[in-house]
């Protein structure tokens, strides 16, 4: 949830440093701090701000100077967000500094322990302890130090270390929250996130659970806790820094909903087989035994958070009606202390955005004790849940800043329609059945092209429920996980109530929320449900509801019964909602900056949610 750098070389950082910080401020935003040392002169500085970067940036003068650094933003976990809490955190003895990303579980009883020996605390916070922890068993040795500290440690950490009596040196260290090295030519890197690098180098080590990096201007050292050096590999950052900029649009998010014609083409790339009417997943197919497993499944668990479990929703629909196999959606949050059962045909299907989800990732262990084969769907490239599954797909959907998932939701629903298409093919789906739809999949970037040319009329809807106070999604079939999404989109930019019900379940309860003033949003495409979901588009007009129809071109009738529609082209069933999700996420967006709300830096909200 938090975002850290550091740096360590001949030059000055602290530009580097607040820069880096600002790629990875998506992570988290309610306060940050600098820590930087200039060896020449020892001169040494802490700079804290609550609030953005912007907010820390104004505190830096041209005082602050220092060729080793180390830099944080917080999303407050331990205490709230102030000057105190906030990292990077120094120990007692004002010589250890330490950022960290991440929850210390056990900080109690490490809390007390360090009272025993006589230290106090400033913050609230668990990275206090931790920093503590270092100093009590320093003994003329940091890296020895840090190891020590770290195996009393319980929880997740991604930490930066700097002492004052070994400045010729970084520590990083993991479990559980992300963190990479970056090489440079006589100055190296860490950070939590590849953005935060990549204006530098394009070369990263990625770290994995309970290794350790000794990090200095020349040279960077892996180790376990238990000091066994590790060889690593140095891998290239699988984007560019245009990538992760705006690109001239207002928001992260609107780039990102507009880019999805292309990130549509780019989750398609090379895998559709269309004169054989099939696709293709290198991820899986390079994995026989793996790959055996999920076709031959009698059980899939699909487990996931936020928008992953509604495209995950989509797949279960999708799995169960062509590729004939019993598919049960969990949170993963739910299914990790649950007792879900796991036979040895039981396959479990991960699938996260930021491959970092502290949930999911607890899912996917769990699953893994209980012997399941587990695959992953993800779009960050070297990300932790990309590592632990046994095998997986990417998105190639590119970097995803925006708070509010967009491109990866539309980029999920391809990847399962795709793993879909080719289990069905080897199964009971006809060659005919196989070539529409990858036929279809090919036109699919066009038809979400020609919804975002038609933003306007969107806009001008927005505008007009942009004070309503809550809102109702509908929709049936494969359009119900869509509504769903469309009203967590609403929720999470807008901080309008909104929820999401399958269209037939609202005389069941929600149809008495309806009047004048609730705002009914329906997804009513032409599919086979269509007749059922205009007899409830009367039941919200015969009670004076206001309808907003996401209709197919061509029906005039659905202008009749609705007050407002935004009219989208046809595709297949199972693709529908990469079409049906794009007005919704942008009605969301037009909504709350109407409502002059900052869209990619949403209250209360992170990027990645690596705490549980
Ligand atoms: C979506 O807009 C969210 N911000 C959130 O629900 C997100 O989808 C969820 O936290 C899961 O993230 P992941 O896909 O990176 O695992």
Known sequence: ???????????????????????????????????????????STLVKNVGKIAELEKSIDSSVVGNIGIAHTRWATHGEPNHDNSHPHVSNNGSIYLVHNGIIENYTSLKKKLEKHGFSFYSETDTEILVNLIQLHYTGDIEKAVKEALLEVKGTYGIGVFSLNEPDKLIAARLGSPLLIGIGKNENYFASDPASVVKKTAEVVYMQDREI???????????TLDDEVLKKNIETIAFELSDIEKSG???????????????????MRGRLLLEEGTTKLGGLSEHPEIYRALINAEKIYIVACGTSWHSALIGEYMLEEYAKIPVEVEYASEFRYRDPIITPKTVVIAISQSG????????????????????????????????ETDAGVYLHAGPEIGVASTKAFTSQVIVLALITIDIARRKNLSFRQGYKMVKELKILPSLAESILENSNTIKEIAKKFSSARNFLYLGRGYNFPVALEGALKLKEISYIHAEGYPAAE??????????????????AIKDTIYD??????????????????????????IDKISDYVIKIPDTTNLLSPVLTVIPLQLL????????????D????????????
């Open 249 to 267: 649009y207002d928001h992260f998010m609107l780039k990102e909903i507009f880019e999805q014609p292309k990130t549509i083409t780019d989750s």
């Open 532 to 557: 059922k979901v205009v007899t409830n588009i009367k039941e919200v007009k015969a009670r004076n509801g206001v309808v907003i129809s996401i209709a197919s071109y061509g029906d005039d009738e």
């Open 506 to 523: 609202m005389k069941h309860g929600p149809i008495a929320l309806i009047d004048e003033n609730m705002p009914v949003i329906f997804i």
């Open 588 to 599: 969301a967006y037009y909504i709350a900056v109407e409502k002059r709300f900052n869209v």
């Open 213 to 223: 990096a000794v990090i200095t201007k020349e040279s960077v050292v892996h180790k």
């Open 356 to 387: 970092e989800t502290a949930d999911t990732l607890a899912a996917i262990k769990e699953a893994k004790r209980k012997g399941a084969v587990v695959i992953g769907i993800c779009n960050v490239v070297g990300s932790t849940i990309s590592k």
């Open 601 to 612: 830096m949403p209250r209360n909200l992170a990027k990645s949610v690596t705490v549980e």
């Open 1 to 43: 949830m938090c975002g850290i750098v550091g740096y360590i070389g001949k030059k000055d950082c602290v530009r580097f440093l607040v820069d880096g910080l600002k790629r990875v401020e998506y992570r988290g935003y309610d306060s940050a701090g600098i820590f930087v040392y200039r060896e020449k002169d020892k001169r």
